[in-house]
């Protein structure tokens, strides 16, 4: 498994915390949304590389994975457009964690089950079928590009990008052009969607390091369970046909049992 399919797992949850004798420690959580910083293939991500949680390469020309690694530490990974399995086998001896599979006409090899992460671009005007379909292959994340991300959100640009994240049960990353307010972080982070994803050639430093912060600040999002508690019978199974939050494990009823 990736170290970014954990990651995904655990936005939002309570690190675990070494306690010494007499020591209390103030709770520290995980952040309830990443920030996905783009790099070039150069590998180089600028002064608003300190702020990302983690690393996306631009694929090189023609659609090859990058070769290099960021110049920060971190974890990282690739977009590819075309790729081999030794391409693949090259990445991950290198260190990438994760690969976004950018077009429909990238290897087969790229949905190859050899520990890396994976991540597809979703196309503009996908259909309900379409959307099923990609649902249903071996991916740990969507990225929903083309969305006008202008802030504060409207009524209406909620409802588009509410109607995109609800074809899908898989983490969403949203690819933005600037930072939102902590009101629409809020409302972001229930619909839900996963990770901001923002090109650092071009993303001021301070704005970066704002966000953050506000991300930081953020509450955990509720489980879809504790919202169907109080909506009307009618209306639950609606609310539940698109959650993105795990399935329990169920565990034997012994009591039953006589």
Known sequence: MSKLSDRLTNLGQAVPQKMGFGQVREKKRNPVVLIVGVVESNGKTGPAGE???????????????ATVKPDREGLWGVAISDCTVGDLAS???AGCDFILIESESASGAALRDDGL???FVV????TENRAHAIDDLPLDYLLLRGLSSKWPVTVGGALDLQEKVSMFTKHIFLEINAAPSKEDLELLRDMPVSALVVDLGVQ?????QALKKAISELEPR??????????PANMQS???????DPE???QDDDDDES
């Open 117 to 119: 992460g994976r991540g």
């Open 248 to 250: 329990p494990d169920h």
């Open 51 to 65: 702020f990302a949680d983690i690393f996306l390469l631009r694929s090189k020309k023609g659609g090859k994975p």
């Open 222 to 231: 509720k489980q879809r369970s504790e919202l169907v508690a109080v909506l």
């Open 91 to 93: 990445l991950k001896e």
């Open 238 to 244: 609606s609310s539940t046909a698109h959650s993105h």
């Open 123 to 126: 196309p503009d005007g996908v």
């Open 204 to 208: 001021d430093a301070q704005e970066l």
